[in-house]
Every structure is written in C-alpha cells, then in structure tokens.
C-alpha cells in the first residue's frame, strides 16, 4: 500500500481537525459515514435513485477518508473508501470483467488540480513545477454523466456488454446494448478487443420522456444520469430501445488482431500490465487509443484536447464550466489522464483508483431559497435526519424541495434557521444541498431547530450517543425502523423481491400482513390481491417474485438482514465462516439448504454470541467492534434473536458459498496471524493481505494476542500501539516481504 487511503490527499486543515477527535468519538462518526455511504452506493448503482448529491457524497467521502488518515486503525476492506461502485443487482446474470473497472480520484479547485500534478511529476521523478517536465503530457476529456460500461468484441463482432457493478463483477446488458444505435454490431477491423466507455441519455430524449410523464400524470424523472441508468437496466430491451440512448467511448483494453489460423498464432497474448490503458499494437498513449477508436467505428467525444501540461488542463476545465449547459448532453467535469502508457504503468494504482488519472468536478449552479421547515426522518438504525422543507426552486434543471442536513451538529455548525434565505445548490448537478443562510437577509422571526425529544413516529424518548453527533430513537418496533429495515430486506440489495417497492411495502406493513421477514413468504395471492390499485394479474405476478426470492445465496440473505457494521464484504466472510461452522448436508459450495440448516445456524449463532463473542472475530477483516456489533445482534435480546427461524419456518432456503481457497499447509505463514496497517512500500492494502493469505496466513483486522505479526508503514496508528503494547513483533516492508519468502 502505497498510500494510507486511496483518495487524492485531503485538506490538511481537515485532518488536523478529525485528528483532534477522541478514539470512540472518531469510530462513532465513521461508523455513521460508512454507513450513509454505503446506502448511498447502493441507491446510486442499484437502484439508480441517489438520495445524496454528487458534491454531498464526495465531501461526506473526503471526511470519512480524512478520518481514516487521522485513524489507521479505522480502515476496513470494506469501506466505502476502499470500494468501487456497488454490487450487482441481482436481476441480470454476472459478468466478470477482464480488468478491473476503476473510480476515478476527484479535484474541486484548480489548486487540487496542480497538487495532482505534482503528485505525477513526483511519482515520474520529473522536476517540481514550476519547472517543465519533459516528456509529461495530459489528455482531458468530459466527464460523462451516465453509466459506465464494458464492451466485448471478438473478431471485430459485439458479443457482450456489462455494467461497472462493483468494478470486478458488472450485469450482462448485452441486449439492451445491441438497442444502442451508436454501438456498433460490428467494427471496421476483425479485432478482439475489451472497449469501455459511458451510456448516457441525451437532455432532449430526457424532455421529450418527462413531457410524457407529465401529460399522463406520472413522477418525473429526476435528470438524465438516472433515466439513462434505469433505461439500460430494463428487464425488457424493447423499452431501452424506446429510450434513444447513446454512448462515448474512451478507453481500449488488450485489442488482438485477427490472425489466421494458418500461423498458429496466440492471440491470447496481448494485454497490459496493471495501472495502464492498453491498446492496438503500436498505440502508446492515451490520444492514440482515442483515435483507434474512431478508427474502429466506435464514437469518441470531440470535446477533448491532448498535449497539455496541468496549466492548459486548468484552461479546459475553465472553458467548458459555462460551455456544458450548450451541450446535447449532460457532463459533470472533466477527466485527466497522463497521456503516455508507459508512464501510467510505472505510477500504478491503489486498490480504488488510478495514481495517472483524475476526475475534476465542475462547481454547482447555486439559488436562493427560503427554509420554510426542519423535519427529522427516522431511518433504519433509528437515526434521526433533519430535513429542509424548502420553498421550491429550480436549480440545475429541476425543482428542489427537500435537502437534507444531515444531522443537528451540522445544522449548528452551518447556523441555519427555519425562515431562513440559504443558499441551495446541487451538488454534481443531482441532489440538493444547503450550503449557508444568507445571514444579511435576517428579520428577526427566523427560529433556531432543535431535535424533539421524542420519536415523531412512535412517541418514544429521542437518545444522543454520548460525545457523538447521532440522535436516535431507541424502539426497535419503531414502524420507521422496522419499515426502513424490512425494505433493506426486500429490496434489491436484499433478497430481491422485484415489484415490492415502498408504496406495497408500507400498504403490507399498516395492514398488518408483514410483522416479521418471514411474514413475506407467508403472503397469499389474496394478501396482494386487496393492496391498492393491485388487479388479480400483478398480484400473482409479485406473489411469483416473491416466492422465487425464498431461494438466495447465503451472503445475500446475511446482507439483507441489515446487521449493524456488516457491509458486503463482512456479509461474504460471515456466510464462509458459518457454512464451515455449520456445515450442509453434502458440505459443498453452491449445495442449497433449507429449514433444518437455517435452524441449526440460529442456534450456533446465538451460542457464539451470549457465550464466545470474541470467536468471530475469527471471520476474516473482523475485529472488536463488528464483533461486538454480531453479538449484540445475534444474542438472546438483539433484534436478530429469531429472525433465522422465523425464515427457515418460512421456507426461505440457502446457497452455501465455496470456501476461501485453503492456503497450503506449508506456506511460510500457514497458521501465523498477520495484522497490516499503515503504508506498505509497494502494496496496496488489498494486496498485502492477499499475500498473507496466499502464503498461508490470516490477514486480522484488528491486534490481539492472537496476533503473530503486525506489518506497520507511515501512517499507522493505535494498531501499532496496540502491537507495542502487546509485545507483539512488527515488521515494516523489507522485513514483509522476507516473510512471505520464509
């Protein structure tokens, strides 16, 4: 790991600030931040609905990634920090892409723009600026806003086609994608190629398709960055065709001419090496590859320049902030790439992002509106969020009348007021975000917001963490709880119950008809049939969904259960350690089992939580505090004890996964227990705790005695006290890789 995040740098006034925290109060607000961030990932990429704005995502990210600069320790694998995208949905099959699909760092000022370059001109061994550097050139590029995708040709023919999904694994959209008439059924040459690019949905398709929603009496879509998503992902192609999308494309993977087969040659050879665009034999830059393309037939955005330094860069992304709104189609910034290949392979990458790209975000458009009301909204952990209710205001092509403040110290800390004028934008052009009162147009009748004491749902007193910014509603019957937490376990994140949105889901639960999970196989044709505006025909339609979501994975079942601190990574380890824990009938991956299997892991579950809490920390990247979260969850008074049997009386039957590969028993850490923090010269986290495992060894999240080694670099924190404290042995990167050489 070559950085203690994967984010550019953030302020060094904010890391300063997050590093004056205390520990426990610095854990509580990642906690919450990873989790806001998590959700909003999955609204973002499954469901196509963000509920943040793209600016209000990235600067809830830049906290969580100070926080986790200021706190080593707080770095998890799966944190939103370390992640990409989401994970697929679940309604299309999956496909794993032969490179991974990256994010892209963001930069808001021209100054980040320039600390980019210095990072480069660093990471090249080039002179500082403002010297030149010779040889150094960028490409710059619009930045779509629309869906990333990967494209498959073999023989200069289109066979497959995917979405980004979690950056490894993406949705087969090959036929929605053949509806494209700007994807090409076929390219100029006979080439094998892995091409990616952007789908979007043209503004004046996304006026034409809202002035028919409109004229029926329907929702209007939001912008076209989410009609152009939800458009692609249509279970039905004939919809996607109706849509009129269309696609840029900008970069080619491991392109292999089409040799005959007379001379025998392998065209599985060509490809790249990691941190690098691949292309044509003979293409060596970046602006070359875009002119392949073209030359392929493929569509290239002619909004781009080539053979810049970081000044001409800054003179773009100038022109095209006003630019934008003139053209057919929406983009949100402009991306940076460092033109040459072979420079770009020798910056590399971390786990999350290119070190030889960057993303430059346009500033929002900003209005003025008036705070007519602070409502608080109880979400699934009970937290309650104070909400604007904004006098509605069109801001960047749509009407605002909601945002979000996020919680009652941030509605200090900006000191807005009810009745107050503020200044609104939407950040990334997307979702709204009140950015400061307009303290000189004050009268006097503006009113200060404070939490209510009680839940406005269900009467309850309202708690606050101690030293911490969470207010929340302690009743686990709370119907906004329970609501929020039987739609996680519905949704498509969930066990993916497709057609039961929230209209149903809140019909289901004020009728009575679903009090626990298990309450949803238990629905009748008859149930649904009574719902509002439901006729026999859409009735047997979900009923049929719904019966054939009784039948899921066990990871996806564990995630839908909306455990506290478990995200999709945690998911997956706890669905391997229990299937070994609690074995099948025929023990393999993939085998399906049902009430029997589900009762016997409630029981062991429940055992491990009331008296041997500290086994699973046992499950890989779990430590102290997720553990703490399971057993909370799982013991006899958490708000898991009963949920699995209730499910297996249900009939809800389960896919055990394939284990994780056993390391050989020889491995030079085969049995030791490595703990990783900090930067690794040469090791992304990612990478060195795969190499523990690949040698043998478990990669632990946290330091205990357990612990046999702790691989710490700049930037590691109580982990390493802990280590010291413990007396346990530490290694740094040359003492790392002699014991993964034994």
């Not at 109060?25 to 943040?52: G, K, Q, V």
């Not at 292309?279 to 830059?285: D, E, M, R």
């Not at 073209?294 to 909004?303: I, K, Y």
Request: hydrophobic share 40%; aromatic share 6%; with cysteine.
């Amino acid at each position: 790991m070559t950085e203690p995040i994967d984010q550019p740098p953030v302020a060094a006034e904010l890391v300063a600030a997050v590093a004056s925290l205390e520990p426990d109060i610095a854990a509580a607000r990642h906690a919450e931040l990873s989790e806001t961030l998590h959700r909003a990932n999955r609204l973002y990429y499954e469901s196509d609905a963000p509920e943040l704005e793209d600016a209000e995502y990235d600067a809830l990210m830049r906290e969580l990634v100070a926080l986790e600069a200021a706190f080593p320790a707080l770095i998890t694998p799966d944190s939103p920090s370390q992640r990409v995208g989401s994970t697929p949905g679940g309604t299309f099959s999956e496909v794993s892409h032969s490179r991974p699909m990256l994010s892209l760092g963001n930069a808001f000022s021209h100054d980040e723009l320039r600390a980019f370059d210095g990072r480069v001109r660093r990471g090249l061994g080039l002179p500082a600026a403002p010297e030149p550097a010779p040889g150094l050139a960028y490409v710059a590029e619009l930045k779509i806003d629309g869906l990333a995708i990967s494209l498959q040709y073999e023989r200069g023919r289109f066979v497959r086609g995917a979405t980004r999904g979690d950056g490894t694994t993406g949705e087969d959209v090959t036929a929605n994608l053949r509806t494209i008439a700007a994807i090409p059924a076929r390219l100029r040459e006979p080439v094998t190629a892995d091409i990616r690019g952007e789908v979007f949905m043209p503004k004046a398709e996304f006026a034409r398709i809202n002035a028919e929603r409109e004229a029926a009496g329907l929702p209007l879509y939001a912008n076209p960055r989410n009609s152009g998503a939800g458009s692609l992902r249509q279970i039905d192609p004939a919809v996607t065709a109706s849509r009129k999308l269309s696609a840029w494309f900008y970069q080619l993977l491991e392109e292999q001419p089409e040799a005959p087969p007379s001379l025998g040659l392998d065209v599985g050879e060509a490809g790249t090496t990691d941190g690098a665009d691949s292309a044509a034999p003979g293409v060596s830059t970046q602006a070359g590859a875009l002119e392949r393309l073209e030359a392929l037939g493929l569509p290239v955005n002619p909004e781009r320049e080539t053979d810049l330094d970081i000044e001409g860069v800054i003179a773009f992304t100038e022109r095209w902030r006003e630019a934008r709104h003139h053209l057919a189609y929406e983009t949100d910034g402009v991306v940076v790439k460092v033109d040459r290949f072979d420079q770009q392979e020798r910056l590399g990458m971390v786990s999350r992002a290119p070190r030889w790209a960057i993303a430059f975000k346009f500033p929002p458009e900003q209005v003025h509106t008036v705070v007519e009301d602070i409502v608080p909204y109880v979400g699934r952990t009970g937290t309650l969020t104070p909400v604007a209710h904004l006098r509605p205001v069109k801001v960047a092509g749509s009407t605002v009348a909601r945002a979000t403040l996020h919680n009652l110290d941030e509605v200090r800390r900006k000191d807005i007021r009810i009745g107050d004028t503020v200044i609104l934008q939407k950040a990334g052009d997307v979702i709204p975000e009140v950015v400061r009162p307009v303290v000189e147009a004050r009268t006097g009748t503006e009113r200060e917001y404070d939490m209510p004491a009680t839940c406005p749902v269900c009467g309850s007193g309202i708690v606050r963490d101690e030293g911490a910014v969470r207010h929340y509603c302690p009743n686990l019957a709370c119907p906004a709880r329970v609501s929020q937490e039987f739609g996680q376990f519905a949704g498509r994140g969930g066990m993916d119950m497709e057609g039961l949105g929230w209209q149903v889901l809140t019909q289901l639960l004020e009728r009575g008809l679903v009090k626990r999970r298990g309450d949803f196989y238990r629905l009748t044709v008859e149930d649904l049939e009574g719902l509002d505006r439901f006729a026999r025909k859409s009735a047997e339609n979900l009923h049929t969904a719904i019966r054939k979501a009784r039948r899921r994975s066990l990871e996806r079942l564990i995630a839908a259960l909306g455990i506290p601190q478990v995200g999709g990574t945690t998911a997956i380890e706890l669905a391997r350690w229990l299937a070994a824990e609690v074995p099948g009938n025929g023990g393999s991956a993939g085998e399906l089992v049902g009430s029997d299997w589900l009762r016997r892991a409630a029981a062991h579950l429940a055992r491990v939580a009331t008296d041997e809490s500290a086994r699973f920390e046992e499950v890989e990247g779990v430590g102290p505090t997720v553990s703490a979260a399971l057993a909370a969850w799982f013991g006899p008074e958490g708000p898991g004890a009963g949920v699995l049997e209730d499910l297996a009386d249900a009939g809800v039957e389960v896919e055990l996964p394939a284990p994780r590969a056993a390391a050989a028993a020889e491995g030079p850490l085969a049995g030791k227990t490595i703990v990783v923090t900090g930067t690794i010269e040469g090791f992304s986290r990612e990478e060195a705790e795969a190499a523990v495992r690949a040698a043998g060894g478990k990669s632990a999240g946290s330091v205990s005695k357990k612990t046999d080694y702790v691989v710490a670099g700049p930037g590691a924190g109580s982990k390493l006290a802990k280590a010291e404290e413990l007396g346990i042995p530490v290694l740094d990167a040359a003492g790392f890789r002699d014991l993964l050489a034994g």
